[in-house]
């Protein structure tokens, strides 16, 4: 109860740390599956919860839609992050998203005066959305255009 009272936890990843702390003692097994249970019967655990307040929170951190599903998945949250936005009653606009996480990291355009350093340049940009997880769609035109105006 004290790790809920914190936070939302999908049942996964409680189980995971319930493990971690008593994983050794005789009959973890059965005790945390009757106990993980109750907890869900009670509407104490949910995974539909943790998987909605996980997408507010990672969407408040300008996480894009490839890394939403990877986090959610590495959480053990079968659901993709429409639904779980949906639960959430999040509407995003990846484009507007994409453009102030980009700002927010490269506030000027590309102003290298070398062919090459250009080149690095854009290449570092491209690959820090991505590992943001935007799609290409997203930023390219970031890129070429920072003021955003691709409309």
Not at 56 to 81: A, C, F, T
Not at 104 to 111: A, D, L, S, T
Not at 129 to 145: A, K, S
């Amino acid at each position: 109860m004290d790790l809920l009272a914190r936070r939302e936890h999908g049942v996964d990843e409680l189980r995971l740390k319930l493990k971690r702390r008593f994983g050794r003692e005789e009959d973890f097994e059965t005790i945390a599956t009757e106990q993980l249970q109750r907890l869900v019967d009670e509407d104490l655990l949910s995974d539909t919860r943790f998987a909605a307040a996980m997408v507010r929170q990672l969407v408040n951190k300008g996480i894009g839609p490839r890394r939403l599903d990877q986090e959610l998945r590495s959480k053990g949250i079968k659901n993709s992050w429409q639904d779980c936005a949906a639960l959430a009653d999040l509407e995003v606009d990846w484009f507007r998203q994409a453009q102030q996480v980009y700002s927010k990291k490269f506030p000027g355009p590309i102003n290298e005066p070398n062919a090459d350093e250009r080149r690095r340049e854009w290449g570092k940009r491209a690959r820090f959305m991505q590992y943001r997880g935007f799609e290409p769609d997203h930023f390219m035109g970031l890129i070429n255009d920072p003021s955003g105006n691709f409309d």
